[in-house]
Structure formats: structure tokens, C-alpha cells
């Protein structure tokens, strides 16, 4: 069986849309905050755990392919100067990008994470389930009741015992219910919505056909970057053409983000498209790391009033298998500290996170002249770099990534042992998400954050809470900062209780 009914779109369609483009219909949209391009054309690809790949369009300087190697960068001028605290360059002529096609033979399919010492800790931590008359949770893939075909997928992507956020939002997905659900990086939420859905399509059975001249996907999930919406094609590998009448579920994946940093509007503008179904007759479901109290609010929009809300362990705050280390780095000191600490560690994979695009240019190609294997990820850089980038990163030839938070949520790259914070993020939950990058599925990793007391005190007050929650060791200079900065509204705790995300219908 290879249905054809999920779409995945890192922004909805664009009425501007290019009607002449012959690459038209052929995958999905980009465009909006981070990475997103207006003009840019919906496309179409196929399967279950299908053959085919998006095309992206954008904008750049030419369309050339570039390792790097010291100086310079290619631009493809992705718009908007919200990509995670990005600043917009000046825009090139516009190119068009067609990703290669990803492997064909079983073992690339269905390759996957080896679980890391700590990963049956995730049996201990707390579930908090708020709503009414929500499902039980169910202990293994088999309660779910799932067919044949997938519970065989499932074995075959090494999927042997549920994690929390898998427990309880499968059955409710199942079950109908709309949701919203906060569980560290790191804890399987992209299978958590995944396998229910297509256990739905797969036991309703599929209606769409390669042959029919429109394409209805009965599935959108839509995420906030290029990256994060093709590693969830290589989970699902199906993809079909646009037509919303028959959209039964609507996911937002790093919801937060997709409510928020310029994304909102795009949303508000895909749930009023025509023929999409009001809110209660689909399924909205809503998953993250983080859902601050006014992303909650602004959610209610798009979920029915009756949604269940499920919150696993210390949410909102760091992951645990996570040591975190804040050193006091002033601001013309970084460099030199950076390439000590980088010294140290030797060839281990390590990402690390700068504010800027031209930055995270700028400190790659210092890195290079230091004779330190380094790649760079953005905004600016052309898709077909970003994929080499992170090719480059994941196979070890460049064992250094520096990234704008364009890399800083939901991107899964295996043995990342360091995140380097050279620059502090402007809010505590990107803080969350960067260093989540590293202890996933188990594994234990570290995260290095450089202080800066001239731009970073702001920080100081949540900074030590997300500390303190995960039993990081707090330094006696951090505690004092963050005691003499006032910041308005913020508490440093959550309403007394253990979850630091919570419904805030409560």
C-alpha cells in the first residue's frame, strides 16, 4: 500500500504562486518567518515511504555548491528577518533548487537512532494529562491496535518500547481528540503524531490515486524550517498534490514557533484558505518542546475547546541528559575561548550557535583559519549548501557546524556530543531548544553557553531556573545577576508545579 494523502509545508500556499513554473505541484511550500519564500511553488511527491523529494525555489547569488573552506558564502536572500534573530541581507536573482532524490534501498529508509544509556529513564518521568474524559495510556505499540504493514515499519525503524509523549498521544490521536503535547527534544514526538494518522489513512483506506488530476492530502503538517520538514518526509515519505476539502488532520509540529516569530499570520491565512475544514470537523494536533502561556492562548484559535493537553516531565526546561556549563565570556574574548574549548574536544561533533547570519560566516571561516574543520548553516546560504552542510556535519567531515537558530529545533543529527552557545539566544525557550540538539534519544551530551555581561543579563533570571530544574550546578556570579535583574512578569516558578510547561486553563 503507498497512500498518497499527507502533505508536509513549512508555510502555506502563497496566492502569488507561479503559475507558468513547471515544477509546479510537485512538493511543498516554503515561505513565511525563518526560511520561507513567498514566491515559492507548491510541488508534489509520492508513497507511503515514497520515492520522490520536494523542489524548493529561492533566491541567491547564483546556484553553485560551496564546502567551506574559509571565506564567503552563497545567498539565496530566504526573505524575512525573523529566522531566529537573523538579520535580512540583500536579495540576488532568484533561483530554483531541486534536492536529489533521497535512497531508494531498505536499509536507508529505515535507518535509525541507537538509544543512548539513559533512554528506559524516560519510563520515570512524570505525565501530566489536563482536559476531560482524555484516553488511558497505552504501554506498548501493540495496545494501539496499529496493522499489520506498520507495526512492521515499526520494527523495521527500531522502534521497540514507546517514550512518554508516545504513551499518551497516540491513543488520543486515535481517539479523535484534539491536542496540544510538550515533551523535551529528543522524545519521539515526530512518531507520536505520525503513527496514528497513518494507522487512520491506512484503516480507513486511501482514496487518492497518482492518476487524479487534482490531489486532496487528507494530512498537513506543517514545521517551521526546510530541514525539519524534510526529515519528517524521510519519516512518513508520503506527499500528494494541494487541494484542502479533504484534510481530516492539521499538525503543527514546533508549534510554538509556528504560532509565533511571524509564522501566526500564515497560519490564521491556511486555516481560512478555501475548503479548508473549520477546526471542528478536522483534527489539530500540536506538538513541542516548549508552549509559553501566551502560545497557548493563541493556539485556542485552532483547537477545539475540548483539546487535551498532555505534558511530559520537566517540559519547557532542559533535557536532563544534558550537562550544562555557563562560562563568563566577554564579547571580544569568545573567539579565542571558542577555539580552546574546540581544541579540547577534539573531533566529537559540536554545533555551535551564533545570533547572525553573516556571523556564523565570519566565525566558520576564523574557524577554518585555525585549521578547524567547519561548516556553516543559515538562512542565507542556498538549499542545496544547507544540505551539504549538514552532509558535511553528520558524516564527520567537518565535525563543526556553526548555525543561526535556523538549526536550533527539531533537527535529529546522531552522536552530536557539544552545543556551543558563542551567542546567548534573545529568549530562554530558543536557550531550550538549541542545547537540545545534543542529549536526544538517551544519550548524554554537554552544552557550553558564553556569558556576556554587557548584552546577556536579561537572560540571567530564567537562565538559572532552567539550571536549577535539570540540577545543573549554578555559578555563585549567575545567581547574583540574575537576583539583582528585575524582569516584569517572570517568576521563577511555574505556578508550584513540577511541570514547567502547563495547561493554562488550569
Known amino acids: 500500500m503507498r497512500p498518497r494523502n499527507l502533505f508536509l509545508t513549512n508555510s502555506p500556499e502563497s496566492s502569488n504562486d507561479c503559475e507558468d513554473n513547471p515544477t509546479r505541484n510537485r512538493g511543498f511550500s516554503k515561505r513565511g518567518d525563518n526560511d520561507l519564500d513567498p514566491d515559492e511553488c507548491m510541488q508534489r511527491t509520492g508513497g507511503l515511504f515514497g520515492s520522490r523529494r520536494p523542489a524548493l525555489s529561492g533566491t541567491g547569488n547564483g546556484d553553485t555548491s560551496q564546502s567551506r573552506s574559509g571565506s564567503g558564502s552563497e545567498r539565496d536572500s530566504w526573505k524575512s528577518e525573523a529566522e531566529g534573530g537573523e538579520s535580512s541581507d540583500t536579495q540576488g536573482p532568484k533561483v530554483t533548487y531541486i534536492p536529489p532524490p533521497p535512497p531508494e534501498d531498505e536499509d536507508s529508509i529505515f535507518a535509525h537512532y541507537q538509544t543512548g544509556i539513559n533512554f528506559d529513564k524516560y519510563d520515570t518521568i512524570l505525565v501530566e494529562v489536563s482536559g476531560h474524559d482524555a484516553p488511558p495510556a497505552i504501554l506498548t505499540f501493540e495496545e494501539a491496535n496499529l496493522c499489520q504493514t506498520l507495526n512492521n515499519n515499526i520494527t523495521k525503524a527500531g522502534y521497540t518500547k514507546l517514550t512518554p509523549v508516545q504513551k499518551y498521544s497516540i491513543p488520543i490521536i486515535l481517539a479523535g481528540r484534539d491536542l496540544m503535547a510538550c515533551a523535551q527534544t529528543g522524545s519521539g514526538k515526530t512518531a507520536a503524531f505520525l503513527l496514528p494518522i497513518l494507522a487512520h489513512m491506512m484503516h480507513d483506506g486511501i482514496t487518492a490515486s497518482r492518476f487524479k488530476e487534482l490531489q486532496e492530502p487528507e494530512c498537513i503538517i506543517v514545521a517551521p524550517t526546510r530541514e525539519l520538514v524534510n526529515q519528517i518526509y524521510l519519516e512518513a515519505r508520503k506527499f500528494s498534490f494541494i487541494g484542502l476539502k479533504q484534510i481530516k488532520y492539521l499538525v503543527l509540529d514546533e508549534a510554538d514557533r509556528m504560532l509565533d516569530m511571524g509564522f501566526g499570520p500564515e497560519m490564521k491565512k491556511l486555516i481560512s484558505c478555501p475548503g479548508m475544514p473549520s477546526k471542528e470537523q478536522r483534527q489539530t494536533l500540536m506538538f513541542s518542546a516548549t508552549f509559553p502561556e501566551e502560545i497557548q492562548r493563541l493556539a485556542a484559535e485552532f483547537l477545539k475547546s475540548n483539546y487535551l493537553f498532555v505534558a511530559v516531565g520537566q517540559v519547557g526546561g532542559a533535557c536532563r ?11 571580544f574574548s569568545k573567539r579565542e575561548k571558542l577555539v580552546e574549548i ?4 577534539g573531533d566529537e561533533r559540536t554545533m555551535v ?3 547572525t547570519k553573516k556571523k556564523a560566516d565570519f566565525i566558520a571561516t576564523f574557524l577554518c583559519q585555525e585549521k578547524i574543520s567547519t561548516t556553516s548553516i543559515h538562512g542565507d546560504r542556498e538549499q542545496r549548501e544547507r544540505e551539504q552542510a549538514l552532509g558535511d556535519f553528520r558524516c564527520g567531515k567537518c565535525p563543526v557546524l556553526v548555525a543561526t537558530s535556523v538549526a536550533a529545533r527539531g533537527l535529529d543529527i546522531e552522536n552530536v556530543q557539544h552545543v556551543i552557545n558563542f551567542d546567548l539566544p534573545s529568549t530562554i525557550d530558543e536557550y531550550v531548544h538549541r542545547i537540545g540538539r545534543t542529549g536526544r534519544c538517551g544519550n548524554t551530551g554537554r552544552a557550553i553557553s558564553f556569558f556576556d555581561l554587557e548584552s546577556d543579563n536579561h537572560l540571567a533570571q530564567p537562565l538559572v531556573k532552567v539550571l536549577t530544574d535539570a ?9 547574583e545577576i540574575a537576583f539583582s535583574t528585575y524582569i516584569p512578569g517572570f517568576s521563577g516558578s511555574t505556578r508550584g508545579n513540577v511541570f514547567a510547561s502547563v495547561d493554562t486553563r488550569k
Open 321 to 331: 541528559d544534558v550537562q550544562q556549563t555557563v562560562l563568563q565570556v566577554g564579547q
Open 342 to 345: 574546540l581544541r579540547n574536544i
Open 471 to 479: 540540577q545543573q550546578d549554578v555559578p555563585a556570579w549567575l545567581e
Open 353 to 355: 550557535f551564533v545570533e
